[in-house]
């Protein structure tokens, strides 16, 4: 089940693990929030971090391009990263504002 490379994805009934691995989590947050939305069997979602940390801010260097351009001063991966913040909120309010089942 798990096609993510910076998280891990466990679902046990109703409830679903997410597990942030390592930095550029936040890449892939917004795809699993998205496919868990759109399974409705998934009544519960815990995001928790691997190796007793929840997120260590990655290391300068990982933000840094080929030929030295900082990640976020380049337009397409700017755009990457927060096209994938707005997806992960909008996922998590549909979500919460799904309809439990009675």
Not at 1 to 14: A, H, K, V, W
Not at 53 to 80: M, Q
């Amino acid at each position: 089940m798990n096609d993510y490379r910076s998280l891990r994805l466990e679902q046990t009934g109703q409830l679903a693990t997410v597990t942030m691995l390592r930095a550029h989590s936040h890449e892939e947050i917004a795809d699993v929030f998205v496919r868990l939305r759109a399974d409705h069997g998934v009544r519960v979602v815990i995001l928790t971090g691997s190796d007793g940390e929840f997120h260590v801010p990655a290391p300068a260097s990982t933000y840094i391009l080929p030929g030295g351009k900082h990640r976020l001063s380049d337009p397409a991966a700017a755009w990457r990263v927060f096209s994938a913040i707005v997806r992960g909120h909008q996922a998590l309010a549909e979500m919460e504002n799904r309809s439990s089942p009675r």
